[in-house]
Every structure is written in C-alpha cells, then in structure tokens.
C-alpha cells in the first residue's frame, strides 16, 4: 500500500555514534532513522520555517549562556566528532560552565547546551528550550544526555530544564533571569534514562539493516515534529483520502488500517459525524454542499460599507520591544477594502511599518483612519483581529472606545465553511481561506512570492532587522504587500461568490 524508497546498502553507517537529535529522530520512526545514515541525501533540507525555528533556539540559547558566565565554549566550528570529544575532556578539568560540551558512552554522542560545575566533582546538566513549558520530548532529550554523560564518568547532580519565562515582559534590556524559568526535572528523567541503553541497541540493529524498515504512517509522523520524509510517505494516498476527515483524530488511521484510503471508500455504516459524512458525500458526487438558508442568513447580516481586513504580525521567542512578551503576536500590516454599496469599486487602504521601532502605535492610527465608522468589518477568523486590537488597545488606552465599536460590527468569514454551511470537496478537510479561495474564485496564492503568515512574518523580520540589502528590502515590501492585498481581496470574491445565484441553486 504504501510507497516505499528501498535504498540497499552494504557499508557501516557513516558515523560510528547516535547522537541526541537522530535518537529523538529513531524514537519517532525507525524508518527516518534508516534514512538519516543510509540515504541522507534523499530527506529534504529544512524548509525557511523550520530553519527560523532552528535559528531562533539558537539566539534563546546564546541568551541562556548569560545565566552562567565566564564559560568555555567547545567545538566552535569543529565538524570532527573526535576532534570535539578531546576539546570536551581538556575543558572538563577546567571546573568553568562548559557551552557545547561532547561525550560518547556506548554508541551515543551528545553535546550539553550548558554544564555547570557544582562541588567539587559533580554537573547540573542544563537544557535550553525555546518553549514555555516543559514537554515530554525534553525528558526524552535529557534522559539520551544524562545516560551519555554519565557512561562517560560525569557525576550529574541535576538535570534543569531552561525554557521561556511565559510571564515575562521586555521592559529594556533582556534580563536573562527574567526572562528563563529554570526547572528542575531531575526525577522526571530518571525513568526514561533507565530504557536508553536497550533503544540503542535496536536503533542501531535498525541502521545496519540492508533495507529501510516498512513502518505505516500515523500520529507519529507528526508527532512531536513534522517528519522530513512526509511526502515521501504519505505519496501513496489520494487526493480526497481518509487522513483529511474534519477533527477526524485516529479515526483516518484506522481506515487506513482496513487498506481504505480514499474518502470515497468509506463504507456506510462506518461512524462519522455530519462534517465527515458530507466530506464523503461531496467526495463521491464532485459537488459541493451548500446550506442554503445558512448561507443566506450569513450574507443577511452584512451591512454597507462593508470593510474586508486582514492583519500580518510577527511573534519572536525573544521580544523586539517594550511591553511585549514571548511569541506575542505584534501587528505590523493590514490591507483594508472597502466596498460602499452593492455597485461600488473596493477602496484599498493599506498598511506596513517601517523602520525597527514598535509598530503598533502607527499602526494602530492609520487603521482607525481609514477603517469606516459604520458597516460591517469582515475579517478571517476575526477572533485572530480582535485579539491584536484588544491588545492593543491595552497598551494604548485611547483606543479602547473605538475598538469596542469595531468588535461590535465584526464578522467572521470563515463561520460558514468551518460549520460546513459551504463544503467543496477539492477544500480536503479544511476550512482555511487557502483552501476556500480557490474553489469560489479559482484564483489562489500559487504565483505569490510570499504565499502564507508565516513567511510574511519571517521576511519582514529579514527585511526589518535583518541583513538583506536595500533591494532585496524593497522587494520584500513589494511582495507583503501583494499577499496581504490577496487577502482583503480574496474575501470580497468569496462573499460575491457566496452571493452569485449558481451557488446557492447548486444542488
């Protein structure tokens, strides 16, 4: 059923150790793990999204070196494992915090973000995560370490666990105290640690294997990252298939289990929901489902001049300004377009800040003077806008008033595709506006260079605070503007699409 890459090899893998990142990889899939020492060169290289999740748990790691300084920092730009293995031992009888520390016991290699001398002979180990809780996947991670660390004839006293402050607010300079809770989660650790050494054994009984172990897709290829060999995996099903079912859980998976993959094969007296059954319905006739009198009643509610807007925000691990927490989502572009009447051409009104101070007060002014008074505000998932403004407003106090009116003429967009008053089966499942749009319109984001929020917000930040050149800055801009545009544009051809006589006699 499922397509498989056979990759035949002879040779040894290409290092002699697991390290902490391939161990989390084996527990996750075996198959991945293969791939990573027999076809390294067949799994993608990380995406610009999951980079900037890279680099940005480097910077909340540069950041946690403050909480213990005067630390000697290993390896550099060593690529030789052994070479950063001798660097590690030196460093050791050094009894200075050590950033980037390397030990092998038994097949598994792991560096420390931070060991920190304690007494005479003994460490606390110290994990810096740029999340602001502890999750299993962390004790995993400490568990491989402290095994490793501890074969290697490290005495651990504890196992801390850095991650992000979800309280806190930059107010200056980061404190770094402030700004990382340190937990110890030292008990925590100890059960998982007491099963490292019987994993490795089978991971690299896994790796030695002359062909890539068949393992079927499920929650793990998801869980807890998004596998890189996704689409190599999952290539077998169709288009309309079972893993798609709205808020369908495992059930995907146990059709799947059955050897059912399409929606289409689903039989009938198999339980799903009213979404679910739909989806089956529309996937078997090609034909939408449409909830005429909701439709309608949605479209009732709109009133002249209706304003579609939509808004961009970025949100750093590390807050960029004053008054602002982690991940705190800062809105630094709209698009507004206004439709007065039924006849009227939209008015498009616009927004993106320049320079690297806090954008919102601009932002926030120029919204309030081209945003009508009256009429309907129309936004995607609206809940995602009112939130900003109402934080805004926060911040800002003069606001308030004005926000309060404009959450009183709020309508949300995407309430009649996730009720399912309009479902199309080309949507797969979704109700996003990526996936409405384009079966209302058939115009869609595919020739946009900038094509989701999430590289909209990466490529402001490169352009803003990065090191990209005036011109690449300029194209940028010129490129956020077209998305964002795309947007406000898109729900006006989705509501007239809504409203055209075809739709709505469509059976």
């Known amino acids: ?223 807890p990252y998004p596998c890189p060999l996704h689409d190599h995996c999952w290539n077998f099903l169709p288009e309309s298939n079972v893993t798609t079912l709205y808020r369908g859980g495992t059930k995907g998976f146990k059709l799947l289990t059955k050897g059912i993959t399409g929606l289409t094969e689903i039989p009938d007296d198999f339980p799903l929901t009213d979404n679910q059954e739909i989806q089956r319905r529309t996937a078997k006739t090609g034909q939408p489902h449409v909830d005429k009198p909701a439709i309608r009643a949605f479209l009732k509610q709109l009133k002249y001049p209706i304003s579609y807007l939509d808004f961009e925000t970025l949100g750093t691990a590390i807050p960029l ?53 009256e009429g309907s505000v129309v936004a995607f998932n609206s809940q995602f806008e009112l939130g900003r403004l109402k934080e805004c407003s926060d911040l800002m106090p003069e606001f308030r008033p004005w926000v309060s009116n404009v959450k009183r003429r709020i309508v949300n967009l995407l309430l009649p595709f996730r009720g399912f008053r309009y479902y199309h089966p080309k949507q797969n499942g979704s109700a996003s506006m990526k996936s409405v749009l384009p079966v209302l319109s058939g115009k869609g984001y595919d020739h946009l260079e900038i094509q989701d929020g999430t590289t909209a917000s990466l490529q402001f930040l490169r352009a803003t605070f990065g090191s990209a050149s005036a011109e690449e800055r300029a194209a940028i801009r010129a490129q956020l503007d077209e998305y964002c545009s795309r947007d406000t544009e898109g729900m006006i051809w989705i509501v007239d699409a809504l409203r055209s006589s075809p739709i709505l006699e469509r059976r």
């Open 1 to 223: 059923m499922q397509a498989q890459l056979t990759v035949m090899k002879n040779a040894m893998p290409q290092s002699p150790y697991i390290s902490k990142s391939k161990f989390l990889a084996g527990q996750q899939c075996q198959k991945l793990l293969w791939y990573q020492y027999n076809a390294k060169q067949l799994i993608p290289e990380p995406d610009a999204q999951t980079q900037a999740i890279f680099d940005q748990g480097h910077q909340v790691g540069e950041l946690a070196k403050q909480l213990f300084p005067g630390g000697v920092e290993i390896g550099g730009d060593v690529d030789d494992f052994d070479k950063i293995l001798i660097q590690s031992k030196e460093a050791q009888k050094l009894r200075r915090p050590l950033y980037e520390a390397a030990f092998s016991y038994n097949g598994g290699f792991a560096r420390a973000d931070i060991l920190n001398p304690v007494g005479r002979d003994a460490w606390d180990l110290v994990e810096v995560k740029s999340t602001t809780a502890v999750k299993d996947i962390h004790l995993h991670d400490l568990a491989f370490q402290t095994f490793v660390f501890s074969g290697a004839g490290l005495k651990i006293k504890s196992c801390i666990l850095a991650h992000i402050n979800p309280d806190f607010i930059k107010n200056g300079p980061i404190d770094p105290h402030r700004f990382f809770v340190l937990e110890d989660v030292t008990s925590q650790v100890s059960a998982p640690s007491r099963s490292i050494e019987s994993k490795l054994d089978e991971m690299f009984a896994t790796i030695r294997l002359r062909q890539c172990p068949e393992i079927r897709i499920g929650p793990h290829c998801d869980d």
């Open 321 to 373: 300004f004053d008054g602002t927490r982690p991940f705190m989502q800062i809105p630094f572009q709209y698009s507004l377009h206004v439709v007065r009447s039924p006849e009227a051409e939209p008015e498009h009104h616009k927004f993106l800040a320049e320079g690297t101070n806090d954008p919102r007060p601009e932002f926030m002014r120029s919204l309030r003077g081209a945003l009508p008074t």
